[in-house]
């Protein structure tokens, strides 16, 4: 299956011309690849490469055997261009070589010595650790192929994916020691495959998921590290560059991290709620991973409800303003926060959370407003609401209003009314109040727009009044100031 | 009716309206602080309102953004830059919130107050500020201070530089990559301020632990100030220092850092002096140009003419010249396109000879490009190419280029290339231009695309007046009145606009005797759309025409349109027929 990707995708991967000119008509071995580890420069003795002999003299041991695999799967293979090279039976015998080492592994009964770790580590960085090629180049007259949701498969992955395997073996395995092995997979090393977490390829993302879950299990000094490490990786996501593949993975892997947290929470991780977990969603790529992140923060929850309120205000501190798709989002994981909040957190921020659902109850995109609604089906929420009914209703109610007014979508209007309906059941007198209230509010709010521009337009006046201290400008400032301030129904 | 005789409390109204639900309100309120303080007076803006809002910053980072940006420019409202440090605390608290945007307005902010400040003000309040940032627990607090140094650092006294210049080296090495990635990105600006011998020693040493961080991301940002950095060494230091780093990245893993190289390699070779660019330089640029990485082939092929100019003619055409053959096959269009973009300026500095040798087949081949971008580059610089080599020798390739573009099924290349058709003009010449390009000029009157018809107008009016009158009246004239025939309304549309650009070339007789009558006759048009913009167009041509043929052809036809039913009609044939009025008034 994956030959066919390999397949699909040399036909569309670059063909470079980039070294010693004439590159078209040069046989294939001397042509660059896009997904070298090694730099800039192509080495002309890289592509096809002499394996070293695996077999050897009867005496050998089973250390000088096991060296000498990992050796041959420290060469590298270019997968880019060549299609004559693609069969070649070095490749092949790569890849059976390393499938002998996942075997190896996998049935060992002795530990591995020191030099077998040492060289595995080693050969897991020089086969794992490259840069990625730049992503396709949008537009500019491009064809069509550079389709955003098409995911990247690396052709490389014939060799990868095995490499891939043998690591896993490896970190599981009981016949390495982790106080040997500590030594190799460091920090440094852990820092490096979370680098890969960027990758485009899908697979090697999951690979890397579980990979990076199991380090954590074993590799226990580590543990404050990678948690540093990936916060990190969120604070740039979140702060400066806005695009990383793998986000979801690591999330992933975090939401079983924090599962295993000893109640009551440490410090350091009630900030990694707040400071790395909440702050994610505001990127605009909430959506690719969102059901983790709620996950994440369930967990936290969970283990401390208190956190709930937090939460919510997090919620509230990032609540899109224009996208539709993701007020729909977050209005999914504002119900399932509050199926875990208890009374005391809700009533400390009902108040501003109930103003933005009043927003959403009027957004004039239907499904954001249905989504609103439907917070009032769930059990839970209800009974939070109902027993706060008092503060809650005054807040919703001109939201109610309106809908009943002005609603275009049918549904909304329905749900609406039986929304409306339920108060009425709760509180007939304190409905009918806030219905007398909000006339009463219309009628007045002409007036009391008037109000506010007199009001500038007396400070304007008073402010001509004064100098300012070396400054001729301020006249045109003030002239560019709207005397009036745009109302915002 | 409300009324507003009660005495005004500037603060209250502030607070009262902070208090608001509506964010927009708030954010109002916010953009007029100026207003309030102005209201207030300087000493009690000082005294009440600035307090206030440094303690009030709880609001959404949306409103902080705007406190950030006010603040800024609040100098004349607190007093004058004596007074300026009272602004210092607010804009410190904004400086550590978690919203990258207002941070970094209110680091804008305290860098324009800081650079007005009087220097014992930096050494009293500036620099405790930068202090207390720079040793802020959250890394926000941390990374704001990095774009403040080299505001402080001029103002400070010898042992507040000696701490400042310590207090970056250690910012540098900060446990967080996002502290080191911002030290990094000013390190350049900081540096412009620092004297020379701490320049060679001290920031040297930042520079190079930078160079070597183990996050791609810092290394790359290093590279990035690289340049600058060179530019204040003395060129043999930079020769030393920064030189071998430059070269040593030229071969980095990463391509991002590649890319960087070469984007800035052409600065540091002005740096550097022409010595080392020859020995060391030359050889890191070939070799970028020659990368695997097409990104960096693009950055690379980009400078090419920059880099050349800095070179003698000799080693252009010895070991740039064959890098840049191979670039003009190059298998990715970009890069390609990206050499056309740059490829005309090598000229003047190849000469005269190798340009037609060596140069004029690559452009020749690029011309035929099958990617429009590629063309329409070498298109765009066709004066540079024509000063050099003269433009017979071109039009042979280039009449079939240029047509082929005309009708390239993306409108934004045909309305690029219409863009330089009155250059072509110029650089054709009547003769040529007559036989081969203006039957375009006229198809495209008629193109599918508005934005291409309506550039078709203007390009007649160019060609009108780099001709002449005369020209246009043989040559475009009768064929754009033939087509105000057409059955469409919306090209009939754009032969109205193109009367109306071309009226005040063509002059005031043939204005009344060729395309007045064209347009009156329009008005009886069954379109309302065409009838309102006849009226618009003879509002237009009032000014050109003699006060006697407004009298008596323009007005009686407005009047006519005035009372047309259609509203739109009517509305415009009397905008025109008041403009009427008043021209004739003023006149």
């Known amino acids: ?489 | 009716m409300a009324t507003v005789d009660e005495p005004l409390y500037p603060i209250a109204v502030l607070i009262d309206e902070l208090k608001n639900e509506d964010i927009q309100l708030r954010l109002n309120s916010i953009r007029r602080l100026s207003t309030i303080a102005r209201a207030l007076g300087e000493e009690r803006t000082r005294k009440e309102l600035i307090p206030f809002l440094s303690e009030n910053n709880d609001d959404e980072d949306e409103v902080l953004l705007a406190m950030a940006e006010e603040l800024g420019v609040f100098i004349p409202y607190v007093g004058g830059v004596e007074h300026a440090h009272v602004l210092l605390p607010p804009l410190e608290t904004l400086s550590t919130v978690e919203e990258t945007c207002v941070r970094d307005k209110a680091v804008e902010s305290l860098c324009r107050i800081g650079a007005q400040m009087k220097e014992n003000d930096i050494v009293d309040f500036f620099i405790p500020v930068v202090k207390r940032l720079a040793s802020g627990e959250w890394f926000t607090a941390r990374v704001s201070s990095c774009g403040l140094f080299h505001i402080a650092y001029p103002s400070a006294t010898d042992p507040l530089k000696t701490e400042l210049r310590t207090i970056y080296g250690q910012l540098c090495q900060d446990d967080m990559p996002m502290v080191r990635r911002a030290a990094a990105s000013n390190l350049g600006k900081f540096a412009a301020t620092i004297e020379q011998s701490h320049l060679k020693t001290e920031i040297m040493s930042i520079f190079d632990d930078l160079t070597q961080d183990d996050q791609d991301s810092v290394r790359l940002l290093a590279v990035e100030g690289c340049a600058a950095l060179g530019k204040l060494l003395e060129p043999q230091d930079c020769v030393a220092h920064i030189l071998p780093v430059i070269v040593n990245f030229s071969q980095d893993k990463s391509w991002r850092v590649r890319y960087m190289v070469a984007n800035q390699l052409y600065e540091l070779c002005e740096a550097v002096g022409p010595e080392p660019t020859r020995a060391d330089l030359v050889p890191a640029y070939v070799r970028l140009l020659r990368d695997n990485e097409a990104e960096v082939r693009i950055a690379a092929a980009g400078k090419v003419t920059k880099f050349c100019r800095i070179l003698s003619p000799q080693l252009a055409v010895q070991h740039i010249l064959p890098c840049v053959k191979e670039l003009s096959s190059d298998s990715s269009q970009h890069v390609r396109s990206a050499l056309a973009s740059v490829i005309m300026g090598m000229a003047p500095v190849l000469g005269k000879d190798a340009t037609i040798e060596q140069l004029l087949p690559i452009f020749l081949s690029l011309l035929k490009d099958e990617f429009p971008d590629v063309r329409l580059n070498i298109i765009s610089k066709l004066d540079q190419v024509n000063q050099v080599i003269g433009i017979d020798l071109l039009s042979q390739s280039l009449l079939p280029a240029i047509v082929e573009l005309a009708e390239d099924r993306h409108w934004r290349v045909r309305l690029a290339i219409i863009e330089y058709i009155p250059l072509l003009a110029s650089q054709l010449g009547v003769g040529f231009f007559d036989d081969k390009l203006g039957a375009l000029c006229m198809q495209w009157l008629e193109d599918k695309v508005y934005s291409i018809r309506e550039a078709a107008a203007n390009n007649l009016k160019r060609l009108a007046e780099e001709f002449g009158p005369e020209w246009a009246m043989q040559h475009i004239i009768p064929q754009v009145l033939e087509k105000i025939n057409n059955p469409h309304y919306l090209y009939r549309m754009t032969i109205l606009q193109a009367i109306s650009l071309l009226a005040p070339v063509m002059g005031a007789e043939i204005t009344c005797q060729k395309l007045l009558p064209v347009v009156i006759n329009s008005s009886k048009d069954r379109v309302p759309n065409i009838k309102f913009n006849v009226a618009k167009v003879l509002q237009s041509l009032v000014p050109i025409l003699d006060q006697s043929v407004v009298e008596k052809t323009v007005k009686p036809c407005l009047v006519e349109l005035s009372e047309d039913p259609d509203v739109d009609v009517r509305y415009y044939a009397n905008q025109a027929l008041q403009a009427c009025d008043q021209i004739m008034m003023s006149s």
């Open chain 1, 1 to 489: 299956m994956w030959k066919g990707f390999i397949g699909k995708l040399s036909g569309k991967a670059p063909k470079s011309v980039g070294g010693g000119g004439g590159g078209w008509g040069s046989p294939p071995s001397k042509s660059p690849t896009s997904y070298g580890a090694n730099g800039g420069q192509w080495d002309p003795m890289r592509s096809s490469p002499p394996l070293p002999v695996v077999a050897g003299a009867e005496g050998d041991t089973r250390e000088d055997v096991f060296l000498r695999k990992v050796t041959v799967c420290c060469v590298l293979f270019d997968f880019s261009t060549d299609r004559v090279g693609r069969d070649s039976p070095e490749r092949e015998r790569k890849r059976q070589v390393l499938m002998s080492l996942v075997d190896c592994v996998g049935a060992a009964e002795e530990p591995l010595t020191e030099a077998m770790v040492s060289a595995c580590v080693g050969m897991f960085a020089i086969n794992l650790f490259r840069v990625f090629p730049p992503k396709v180049r949008p537009g500019a007259g491009g064809a069509a192929e550079a389709d955003e949701d098409d995911p990247f498969f690396d052709p490389s992955w014939y060799h990868l994916q095995v490499v891939y395997e043998l690591l896993l073996r490896f970190v599981m395995s009981p016949v390495v020691d982790v106080k040997v092995a500590r030594k190799y997979v460091d920090n440094s090393f852990i820092s490096r495959l979370l680098d890969l977490l960027d990758s485009d390829d899908p697979r090697e993302r999951d690979c890397l998921k579980t990979v990076l879950h199991r380090i954590y299990g074993k590799f226990m000094g580590n543990r404050p590290f990678i948690r540093k490490a990936v916060s990190n990786i969120i604070y740039r996501f979140v702060s400066e560059d806005d695009h990383h593949n793998g986000i979801a993975e690591l999330l992933e892997v975090f939401g079983s991290v924090i599962s295993g947290f000893a109640k009551p929470l440490k410090e350091e991780h009630k900030l990694f709620l707040c400071k790395a977990l909440i702050p994610l969603h505001k990127p605009k790529a909430v959506g690719m991973y969102l059901p983790q992140l709620t996950y994440c923060i369930t967990q936290f929850i969970d283990k401390e409800p208190k956190l709930s309120g937090t939460v919510i205000r997090g919620l509230l501190k990032y609540w899109p303003v224009t996208n539709s798709q993701k007020e729909m989002m977050f209005l999914g994981e504002l119900e399932e926060v509050l199926e875990l909040t208890e009374m005391p957190e809700f009533q400390k921020c009902m108040v501003p959370l109930f103003r933005r659902v009043a927003h959403c109850l009027n957004s004039s995109h239907f499904q954001v407003a249905e989504r609103a609604l439907y917070l009032w089906n769930n059990e839970h929420v209800f009974n939070l609401i109902s027993r706060n009914h008092q503060v809650i209703l005054p807040i919703i109610y001109p939201a109610l209003e309106r809908n009943a007014r002005l609603h275009w979508n049918q549904s909304v209007l329905n749900v609406t009314m039986n929304v409306r309906k339920m108060f009425f059941d709760m509180d007939q007198k304190l409905l009918l109040a806030c219905q007398k209230k909000f006339q009463e509010e219309e009628e007045k709010q002409a007036e009391s727009e008037e109000r506010r521009r007199l009001i500038w337009e007396h400070l304007e006046r008073n402010a001509a009044f004064h100098q300012v201290t070396g400054d001729i400008s301020f006249s045109v400032v003030t002239k560019s100031a709207p005397l009036v301030a745009p109302t915002m129904t």
